[in-house]
T-cell receptor, first 115, second 112 residues
Framework: DAMVIQNPRYQVTQFGKPVTLSCSQT?????MYWYQQKSSQAPKLLFH???????NEADTPDNFQSRRPNTSFCFLDIRSPGLGDAAMYLC??????????????FGDGTRLSIL | GNSVTQMEGPVTLSEEAFLTINCTYT??????LFWYVQYPGEGLQLLLK?????DKGSNKGFEATYRKETTSFHLEKGSVQVSDSAVYFC???????????FGSGTRLQVQP
């Protein structure tokens, strides 16, 4: 089945130690998104790629970066994680968005813990 | 700006009860509206969508109607099951924008 896969499901890192989360997709969608979801809250968009074009949300901290080496893969890099960055990180994809009808397809998320 | 307001949870129901989860929105233009469901420990799954006024989205016994006059998209199900226990998110997507704007989510607990 075509899907969005996130690895790992659970990630533990130390305060200030860089960490990378990965997302891959077999849907061949040209848009990929990263969301941060803290406990009992709505997902919050961090940034997205439209093909190779990177689109950052205005309030995304500089500590968060992303890379998309090809259509299938997208990475979330947290340069110096703080305790406040502990959250579930969700990757999503969608087809070209000239049509607002296109839904986003989500992976199961990576739960990040900071020691 | 765009926003989505959902009723606060948790909503606790007995099996086979009728479900309504209220959702209202604020947006310019004519957004598309979505309901997503999140089961424990998982990502979000699209439940249903509606793209224009008076459209009704439906899936797995759930329904929601896009009401432009009341800017609402309430989720309903006639008879809930224990397996419906999850968090439900209402979301909108404005024309020309790629991002979804989510409501805060409503936790549903169905008891046997």
């Amino acid at each position: 089945d075509a899907m969005v896969i996130q690895n790992p499901r659970y990630q533990v890192t130390q305060f200030g130690k860089p960490v990378t989360l990965s997302c891959s997709q077999t849907l061949n969608h040209n848009v990929m998104y990263w969301y941060q979801q803290k406990s009992s809250q709505a997902p919050k968009l961090l940034f997205h790629y439209y093909d190779k074009d990177f689109n950052n949300e205005a309030d995304t901290p500089d500590n968060f970066q992303s890379r998309r080496p090809n259509t299938s893969f997208c990475f979330l890099d947290i340069r110096s994680p703080g305790l406040g960055d502990a959250a579930m990180y969700l990757c999503a994809t969608s087809r070209s968005s000239s049509d607002s009808n296109q839904p986003q397809h989500f992976g199961d998320g990576t739960r990040l813990s900071i020691l | 700006g765009n926003s989505v307001t959902q009723m606060e949870g948790p909503v606790t129901l007995s099996e086979e009860a009728f479900l309504t989860i209220n959702c209202t929105y604020t947006a310019t233009g004519y957004p598309s509206l979505f309901w997503y469901v999140q089961y424990p420990g998982e990502g979000l799954q699209l439940l249903l969508k509606a793209t224009k006024a008076d459209d009704k989205g439906s899936n797995k016994g759930f329904e929601a109607t896009y009401r432009k006059e009341t800017t609402s998209f309430h989720l309903e199900k006639g008879s809930v099951q224990v397996s419906d226990s999850a968090v439900y998110f209402c979301a909108l997507k404005r024309t020309g924008r790629r991002a979804l704007t989510f409501g805060s989510g409503t936790r549903l607990q169905v008891q046997p």
